[in-house]
């Protein structure tokens, strides 16, 4: 069974970088592809990026050139670089193991003076 334990994340200033990371364990499926999401307040949940099995990344329009997916696959762990964060960005950020549906617990992210 896929189990995923999300770290990172806090309050940080507009401009400010955050990292998140999302560690995968149980998987029998390999290290394959996965996604992050954010669900700000009042809002519905938005997909943010992905980084595939061939290591491919695609980014939503909204966080393109501000936020970087990266993994280490020798501890089964994947990243989400934050930068020049804006209060817009404040949500609640999930990994999604896209094999097996699986999502992590959520890390809060806070942009705010």
């Known amino acids: 069974q896929v189990q995923i334990v999300q770290s990172g994340g806090g309050l940080v200033q507009p401009g400010g970088s955050l990292r998140l990371s999302c560690v995968v364990s149980?998987?029998?499926?390999?290290?394959?592809?996965m996604n992050w999401y954010r669900q700000g307040p009042g809002k519905e949940r938005e997909w943010v990026g992905r980084?595939?099995?061939?290591?491919?990344?695609v980014y939503a329009d909204s966080v393109k050139g501000r936020f970087a997916i990266t993994r280490d696959s020798s501890k089964r762990t994947v990243y989400l670089q934050m930068n020049n964060l804006k209060p817009e960005d404040t949500a609640i950020y999930y990994c999604?193991?896209?094999?097996?549906?699986?999502w992590g617990q959520g890390t809060q992210v806070t942009v705010s003076s």
């Open positions: 999604n193991h896209l094999a097996t549906g699986t």
């Open positions: 149980g998987s029998h499926f390999g290290f394959e592809t």
């Open positions: 980084i595939s099995v061939d290591d491919s990344l």
